[in-house]
């Protein structure tokens, strides 16, 4: 059965989330993300997921790459996926 749960406004008008209200959403972590839901006047908070990343590298990889980068150039490539199996390639020597 839905219940209203009530939470003050504080400073710079931020809201704490009740415990319940957390524990509803499953937020656990000091990042975890919300959403807001607006329809007219009406808001619904909702949890968002974390979508996985697409980036072809790894943070490690990004470093090599930027230590790559300040070499002078020894490659041209005429497409992106040239170029990305180039620095796959390179990366895992």
Do not use: C
Request: charged share 30%; hydrophobic share 40%; no cysteine.
């Amino acid at each position: 059965m839905p219940h209203i749960i009530t939470a003050p406004l504080g400073a710079k008008a931020q809201v704490t989330l009740p415990k319940s209200v957390r524990q509803a959403l499953g937020l656990k972590e000091k990042h975890d993300l919300v959403g807001f839901i607006v329809e007219g006047r009406r808001v619904a908070l909702t949890r968002i997921e974390p979508v996985t990343s697409s980036d072809p590298f790894t943070e490690e990889e990004w470093k090599k790459i930027a230590r790559l980068v300040a070499r002078p150039s020894t490659a041209i490539f005429e497409s992106s996926k040239d170029s990305i199996r180039y620095l796959k390639k390179r990366l895992h020597l």
